[in-house]
């Protein structure tokens, strides 16, 4: 195709106009609030090599600038064309990542297990939805020998559509939880769509590391006959050291141990791979602060399934004091007054524990039950209560959606 020839002749892709460097290729995307068209020519008097547009009337208006315009019928579709292009060109093989919890924490884990072997390009961040992907598979290079590309959804078709654009070998489901239950249309519409990646490989004749502890998981695999399964138990990840919080890690270290001895990595070098690992992202990180508070860190999203296993981890601290500041659950549509009622049921069991709850809808939860707590409208007013009770030694659970930014309150803990 003659953009893959002109994606050949640039230095990279970048969709965000800010970070335009020389030689690039600057795609043009449109969403409901932005319109990258606006900004194509600016990128390329800022060093773009070329701009993917999907506005013809840029053309009249640059005319000198025509040749490195290049006009498609639709620049989302054409990014996302480019990078199974480019996906087929590597002719590599990549391991696909999806789940309602652990996702990026397994895919941590098992790149830097494959490193250990081979040259890996993971997902940077969070660029696993649509646009993420694409510009995931289009930073693999010629050097590149190993791809971990994480799958985010939050809806049915969703990761059909990232398996088409990544084409994995193999796969991981960390689990089926109960996140985006709005838009997958409830539990059964979470499990159809997590199983796209299976639908995929058995299709494709790929291969799937499936934790046989997990009964859900083992039927769906079962069901794809054609579909290559490699079992592996949650117990072999017995005597790992990690510095990542909760016993529910287990089953992202066990499939990270699983992929690197299926890869015929040594056994110590998949050890000292996972204990390198330090969480810095919000998610399952352990930290000490000056008030001598253990601070348990894991805001940087949540559903009902994640909160439960973090409820449960906070339980096994047994601290003298417990405090547990939870944020509201989104993305839960119909289904979250009732899921929101019975995780703060589970939170209101906490031996020693105190609840400092922000967000109208666990705050609906408490009113509606009766359970004493600290109720907050946002993140801001948290943050204050926390500084004028000046809480010390105490365990703190952080746990909460992404959109309520609990993150502001580490500063002050």
């Known amino acids: 195709m003659e953009l893959y020839n002109i994606f050949n002749q640039c230095t990279g892709v970048t969709t965000d106009s800010r970070k335009v460097s020389q030689g690039v290729l600057f795609v043009a995307l449109r969403g409901e609030n932005f319109d990258g068209n606006r900004f194509a020519i600016q990128a390329l008097k800022d060093g773009a090599a070329y701009a993917v547009i999907d506005n013809p009337e840029l053309l009249q208006e640059a005319a000198e600038l025509t040749e490195r315009l290049i006009l498609v019928e639709d620049t989302l579709s054409a990014l996302q064309a480019l990078a199974a292009e480019h996906r087929q060109q590597l002719a590599?093989?990549?391991?696909?990542?999806?789940?309602?919890?652990?996702?990026?924490?397994?895919?941590?884990?098992?790149?830097?297990?494959?490193?250990?072997?081979?040259?890996?390009?993971?997902?940077?961040?969070?660029?696993?939805?649509?646009?993420?992907?694409?510009?995931?598979?289009?930073?693999?290079n010629?050097?590149?020998?190993?791809?971990?590309?994480?799958?985010?959804?939050?809806?049915q078709k969703e990761i059909e559509l990232l398996c088409s654009i990544s084409q994995p070998n193999y796969g991981i489901i960390t689990n089926i939880g109960n996140a985006h239950l709005e838009g997958f249309g409830g539990k059964e519409g979470i499990a159809k769509?997590?199983?796209?990646?299976?639908?995929?490989?058995?299709?494709?004749?790929?291969h799937a590391f499936v934790p046989m502890e997990d009964v859900k998981l083992c039927d769906m695999a079962l069901q794809r006959c054609n579909?290559?399964?490699?079992?592996?138990?949650?117990?072999?990840?017995?005597?790992?050291?990690?510095?990542?919080s909760g016993d529910y890690n287990r089953y992202n270290i066990a499939a990270a141990v699983a992929v690197g001895r299926y890869?015929?990595?040594?056994?110590?070098?998949?050890?000292?791979?996972?204990?390198?690992?330090?969480?810095?992202?919000?998610?399952?990180?352990?930290?000490?602060?000056?008030?001598?508070?253990?601070?348990?860190?894991?805001?940087?999203?949540?559903?009902?399934?994640?909160?439960?296993?973090?409820?449960?981890?906070?339980?096994?601290?047994?601290?003298?004091?417990?405090?547990?500041?939870?944020?509201?659950?989104?993305?839960?549509?119909?289904?979250s007054f009732d899921?929101?009622?019975?995780?703060?049921?589970?939170?209101?069991?906490?031996?020693?524990?105190?609840?400092?709850?922000?967000?109208s809808e666990f705050s609906r939860a408490a009113h509606a039950l009766g359970i004493g707590a600290t109720c907050c409208t946002d993140s801001t007013e948290a943050a204050?209560?926390?500084?004028?009770?000046?809480?010390?030694?105490?365990?703190?659970?952080?746990?909460?959606?992404?959109?309520i930014k609990l993150e502001k309150l580490i500063g002050v803990l």
């Open 92 to 140: 590599i093989p990549i391991i696909g990542i999806v789940g309602s919890n652990g996702k990026t924490t397994t895919k941590e884990l098992v790149s830097r297990v494959l490193a250990e072997k081979f040259e890996v390009y993971a997902t940077q961040g969070n660029l696993n939805n649509h646009i993420g992907v694409p510009l995931t598979l289009l930073a693999m």
């Open 142 to 155: 010629r050097n590149t020998e190993f791809g971990v590309v994480e799958m985010g959804a939050s809806a």
């Open 193 to 206: 769509g997590k199983g796209e990646l299976f639908d995929w490989l058995e299709s494709s004749g790929g």
């Open 227 to 244: 579909m290559m399964t490699e079992y592996y138990s949650r117990s072999i990840a017995d005597g790992y050291k990690s510095h990542l």
């Open 263 to 335: 890869f015929g990595i040594d056994e110590h070098r998949i050890a000292s791979a996972i204990e390198s690992y330090i969480p810095d992202n919000n998610r399952s990180q352990e930290v000490t602060t000056e008030r001598r508070n253990i601070v348990i860190i894991d805001c940087y999203n949540a559903n009902p399934s994640s909160m439960e296993v973090a409820i449960e981890n906070i339980s096994s601290k047994r601290g003298e004091r417990n405090l547990l500041i939870l944020g509201d659950m989104l993305e839960l549509g119909k289904w």
């Open 339 to 359: 899921e929101h009622c019975r995780i703060l049921q589970l939170a209101a069991q906490v031996e020693n524990a105190e609840l400092l709850l922000v967000g």
């Open 384 to 403: 204050d209560w926390v500084a004028q009770n000046k809480i010390s030694d105490t365990v703190i659970l952080l746990k909460g959606s992404r959109g």
